[in-house]
């Protein structure tokens, strides 16, 4: 298990990271990848993570476009609306993961690890709904205090981005292969 979470690991590092050089040197695709390779180990034990490695493989597919454009430049038309797809899709693949987290944890007995997997998961979720909400109204309207949520929603995007890593190594640490 522990493999699987540091693939799941690196691979979420690709994905949040953009180093874009001519092209993405930390590819998503490869994130995705490597999400998928640790969405297939977790398989072996935990049947739900199934989910996990269909959802990685999609992503795998949608995200190869994004190594050759440099999403962070684009200000409209397609490719923006990719980049907020691509975003969504982020969101999609880490539903998946917190769902296998979850649903592995309940049989380990560690209540302060399931009590911060369910914390992080409803702050990670509700920050990540408020900024597609934001984009999906800020079209519409303009103005100094629609930039500054945008940039308070942003920072705390980054900050939760963080925290997933974090909880990531966190559950590298669990002794999954104990009987409790």
Same mark, same amino acid.
């Given at each position: #298990? ?18 874009? @050089? ?12 490597? @999400? ?16 996990? !490695? @269909? ?29 907020? /797809? ?20 309940? /049989? ?51 900050? #939760? ?16 292969? !104990?009987?409790?």
């Amino acid at each position: #298990m522990n493999k699987a979470f540091q693939l799941i690991f690196w691979g979420y590092l690709f994905i949040f990271f953009r180093i874009h @050089i001519g092209f993405d040197l930390l590819a998503d695709p490869i994130g995705y990848y490597l @999400i998928y390779a640790g969405g297939r180990l977790m398989a072996e034990r935990f049947p739900v993570a199934k989910k996990v !490695e @269909i959802v990685a493989f999609i992503g795998m597919l949608i995200s190869v476009p994004g190594i050759f454009v440099n999403l962070a430049e684009v200000n409209s038309g397609i490719w923006d609306l990719y980049a907020e /797809g691509l975003f969504v899709w982020k969101v999609i693949v880490v539903y998946y993961l917190f769902g296998t987290w979850k649903s592995a944890i309940q /049989g380990l007995g560690h209540a302060r690890l399931r009590d911060r997997v369910q914390m992080t998961y409803v702050w990670y979720m509700g920050i990540h709904f408020l900024m597609m909400l934001y984009s999906s109204f800020s079209l519409n309207v303009g103005g100094n205090s629609w930039s500054s949520l945008f940039l308070f929603l942003s920072l705390m995007v980054i900050a #939760m981005d963080i925290v997933l890593l974090v909880l990531i190594a966190a559950l590298r640490r669990v002794g999954w292969e !104990e009987p409790i």
